[in-house]
Structure formats: C-alpha cells, structure tokens
C-alpha cells in the first residue's frame, strides 16, 4: 500500500505562484510515473502534469510554459511550481503515483482570485 501527502494549496491573486509538493510514502517498490491531476467545479478531472522515471514530462496545453514538474526520487516527491496563475487554473489538485496500481492523493484547493 502506498499514502500520498499533498501540501502547498491555497488562495492566491492572478499572477501569482504556488508550489504543490506530493510526497509518497508505504510499500514502494518502483514508481513509474507522477502527476498533477485537477478537477473543477463541474468539470472532470484533467491531466496537469506528469514526470516519468526517465525524466521525460508531458503537460497540458492549459498549463504549458506556467507551469513545471519535477521530482526527487530519493524522496519520492513529486513537485508542481505553478506560475502567472489564472482564475481558471482554480481547481483542487490531485497528486497521482503509478507503480504497478495507480493512487491518488486527497487532493489539495487552488483558488485563484481575479
């Protein structure tokens, strides 16, 4: 079993920044991919960002040159430093680890104000 723990949300202005840190925890063997998921009010939830073992990325159109992933694979975190935030991009963000199984986090509130 593998517990994900999401911190960094919160209310920021346009234009501002926040920084979105998972961190994975339990019977982990091998991590293939992280990501950043998001889902708004009324909307499904959306691929973000995802970083595979290799350091390859793949972002959404949305986001692309905002928005940057990472990870440290020592720690098993995963990263997501989001820049010029829109109203839009208010969501609640869900950090996802695939190793064999996929698990998600609990999810953690962006709102950006206009």
């Known amino acids: 079993q593998v517990q994900l723990v999401e911190s960094g949300g919160g209310l920021v202005q346009a234009g501002g920044s926040l920084r979105l840190s998972c961190t994975a925890s339990?019977?982990?063997?091998?991590?293939?991919?992280m990501g950043w998921y998001r889902q708004a009010p009324g909307k499904q939830r959306e691929l973000v960002a995802a970083i595979r073992s290799g350091g390859s990325t793949n972002y959404a159109d949305s986001v692309k040159g905002r928005f940057t992933i990472s990870r440290d694979n020592a720690k098993n975190t995963v990263y997501l430093q989001m820049n010029s935030l829109k109203p839009e991009d208010t969501a609640v963000y869900y950090c996802?680890?695939?190793?064999?199984?996929?698990?998600w986090g609990q999810g953690t509130q962006v709102t950006v104000s206009s």
């Open positions: 996802n680890v695939i190793t064999s199984i996929s698990y």
């Open positions: 339990g019977s982990i063997f091998s991590i293939n991919v």
